[in-house]
């Protein structure tokens, strides 16, 4: 058996690692809370702006669906979000198998955003043709170097971690385009022309403006959905860990206490020991 | 009897993706764009345009509110103002 004091330096030691899973946990959970108010805000913010979209528009659905943004034979690009490091539980791998099961390296390119994803397809040995920082910052995501990367592309089929609750995260991927129709459901409103209407500059050139920012504004809203996303299983892989780290002080502690019975018991059986020598010496000397 | 006159004033919503600068009853707006500096005051035309950066200014009842973009698009209509800021 091992020795109790080796034992108690082993419990501080987990114990040390349960304060800190605590500590990372609470920090997930705040972040968790931080990221779903920049959720709702990126929405609200994304459909404002398509309602003003839609009135410069006859058809603005159908201009931004077909708008060619590269020739038919292009290849289709595959954007990857993921962490930016590590402690995200296991939803960066479920995120890679997931496009893994449909990436045909003929037809489609690979965009990773966060140095997670990257490391895991170069594990995997797959090739990537760009790789991203996650833009994040308080204030505001900077997508445009993404943007700009995708436009030759005939397609962009964004792969991302979805928050459905605390518990429950799961892995989407979508057209960029056609999801920025579901983004403006029912944000439709009356058409401005130029004849009722100042433009400055010109009409066309707002439209173009406005839909490089609505493209924007998409993807970003699919990095904030991972974030949360990756918050959240953060918060599990914690408090799992935390729960772990707990059971183990238990059974360190049983074992603890066994040692040291088990010390004072030999040491017990020691003095017994040598007061039974001693009193068959001194019976041997009668 | 006389009717009391109705002062028209402008309905403004100033958003960045994650913060909203003001939403409300206003009397004035100040922005810049590659024309200039321009005022937009109450039953303005319709306007839509792409601002430069610069520092934006809500005149409303109380105090102004003013804070500084990196870009944005600004529109009027029917005195609504729509400001979306930092994209």
């Known amino acids: 058996m091992r020795r109790a004091s ?32 920049k959720v709702e805000l990126s929405t609200d913010f994304f459909k404002l702006l398509w309602k003003r979209y839609s009135s410069i528009r006859i058809d603005p659905k159908t201009r931004i669906t077909n ?14 979000i993921s962490a930016e490091a590590g402690l995200s539980g296991e939803i960066d791998q479920r995120l890679i198998e997931t496009m893994l099961q449909s ?17 895991q397809l170069s594990q995997r040995n797959v090739h990537y043709v760009r790789f991203f920082k996650v833009p994040e910052s308080d204030h505001y995501i900077d997508v445009s170097p993404v943007i700009d990367a995708i436009l030759p592309y005939s397609k962009t089929i964004v792969y991302f971690e979805e928050y459905v609750s ?4 799961n892995i989407r991927s979508i057209d960029l385009v056609s999801s920025m129709r579901d983004m403006s459901e029912g944000a439709e409103e009356d058409i401005m022309t130029a004849y009722n209407t100042i433009f400055e500059p010109s009409l066309d050139e707002i ?17 904030l959905e991972s974030s949360l996303a990756q918050a959240a299983s953060r918060f599990n892989a914690m408090a799992v860990a935390k729960k772990r780290a707990g059971e183990l002080i238990d059974d360190y502690m049983l074992e603890f206490h066994r040692a040291k019975r088990s010390e004072s018991d030999r040491q017990m059986r020691e003095v017994m020991i040598s007061l039974k020598k001693k009193r068959q010496r001194l019976g041997a000397k009668r | ?47 839509f345009s792409i601002l430069s950066p610069g520092e934006v200014v809500i005149e409303t009842a ?3 509110i003013s804070f500084q973009i990196s870009n944005g698009i600004i529109t009027a209509r029917n005195n609504e103002i729509m400001l979306f800021v930092n994209i």
Not at chain 2, 40 to 45: G, N, R, V
């Open chain 1, 6 to 37: 080796a034992i108690e330096k082993e419990a501080k030691e987990i114990n040390t690692i349960e304060d800190l899973t605590g500590i990372f946990e609470s920090l997930a959970s705040t972040q968790v809370a931080k990221v779903k108010n």
């Open chain 1, 207 to 223: 439209a173009d403006q406005m839909e490089i920012t609505m493209m924007k504004l998409a993807l970003s809203q699919t990095i």
């Open chain 2, 1 to 47: 009897m006389k009717q009391l006159e109705v002062i028209p004033h402008l309905n403004v919503i100033a958003r960045a993706p994650f913060i909203v600068y003001y939403e409300g009853k206003a009397e004035a707006v100040t922005a810049t764009n590659k024309v200039g500096t321009f005022d937009i005051l109450p039953d303005h035309a319709d306007f």
């Open chain 1, 166 to 169: 605390l518990s429950v995260q």
């Open chain 1, 67 to 80: 708008r060619q943004l590269a020739d038919a034979d292009a290849k289709q690009a595959y954007i990857i």
């Open chain 2, 62 to 64: 109380d105090e102004p």
């Open chain 1, 103 to 119: 990436y045909n390296p003929d037809t489609t390119d690979i965009i990773v955003l966060g140095s997670h994803g990257a490391n």
